[in-house]
């Protein structure tokens, strides 16, 4: 029996079986791959992706800095230009010019959504590449990996700050259910104040697969839930943690609750009902990066 499953079963559980025959060798010869899609973009009429503005100062800047992110129009106020002339300047320029558009922010507020704090900056880009679950979150050597799975999360502002916190305390990756998740947005890309240029973003069809996919690899699969007797101080449960988040009022649906090791639990005082997704997800994940 392994230390986890020692681990485990002091707390009296044990780790159910998984639905799916899975193999470590690679994304494509195993099976993982099966089941995930090819991420979710908005598209036209023609089944075409549909490019995107990214807006304000964090996120244009972390965009540029991505090797991976095109570059298709980027206009800034001359006022905006002038604040971020050093922050241009430290962008490797050599491997893409950035040739950016000086306009009047009447033009940033035809473009933008309405009421969006731009910062007088914005780029119009495609979708990120699609990524691989195996590759964003396979576990190499003897260090900590982490993983956030969101289980039907639907706010954009809620994902986006979830990303912002999973980059910040050290997380392989984000992964959401390909339908009844947000797109890629400006909104979402502006909550996640750039993180979502360092941080793999998962998009799966079938959550209960992927779930198996990630035991398969070696992860504790341990689920949120706010009806859960085991505190998330009292869990031990090894290096290789991998966190599943419902959405606000619902929770967990009934099968990916099926497919956790343990439930876990926030404690908080019994005059606050829950909080708020997002910053849930930042305590727990606080918890775990340790």
């Not at 899609?37 to 244009?60: A, C, M, T």
Request: aromatic share 4%.
């Amino acid at each position: 029996m392994s230390k986890k499953d020692q681990k485990a079963r002091r707390h009296g559980l044990h780790r159910p079986k998984t639905t799916q025959k899975t193999s470590r060798k690679s994304g494509h010869d195993s099976g993982y791959s099966s089941g995930y899609s090819s991420g979710r973009k908005q598209e036209d009429r023609n089944g075409k992706n549909i490019d995107l503005w990214l807006f304000g100062k964090h996120p244009v800047l972390a965009a540029l800095n991505n090797p991976v992110r095109s570059l298709k129009r980027l206009i800034v106020t001359k006022r905006s230009a002038d604040q971020y002339l050093s922050d241009f300047s430290e962008i490797n320029q050599n491997i893409r010019p950035l040739n950016p558009e000086i306009v009047l922010p009447d033009l940033l507020e035809k473009l933008l959504p309405a009421d969006c704090v731009h910062q007088g900056i914005a780029l119009l880009t495609s979708p990120l590449p699609d990524v691989d679950l195996v590759s964003s979150c396979h576990i190499t050597g003897d260090g900590s990996h982490m993983v956030l799975i969101l289980d039907q999360v639907t706010d954009p502002h809620n994902v986006g700050a979830i990303i912002r916190s999973a980059a910040a305390f050290g997380a392989r990756a984000i992964i959401t259910t390909d339908r009844h998740a947000p797109p890629e947005s400006g909104t979402l890309a502006k909550s996640a104040s750039g993180a979502l240029e360092v941080l793999p973003w998962v998009r799966v069809t079938n959550l209960s697969r992927a779930l198996d996919s990630l035991a398969e690899m070696g992860y504790w699969r341990l689920g949120l839930d706010g009806t859960a007797e085991l505190s998330i101080r009292k869990t031990d449960f090894g290096k290789n943690i991998a966190l599943v988040m419902g959405a606000e009022g619902r929770g967990l649906r009934k099968g990916s609750r099926a497919h956790c090791d343990a439930l876990i639990k926030l404690p908080i005082r019994r005059t606050v009902e829950s909080l708020n997704v997002s910053n849930a997800a930042a305590i727990a994940l606080y918890e775990f990066s340790g």
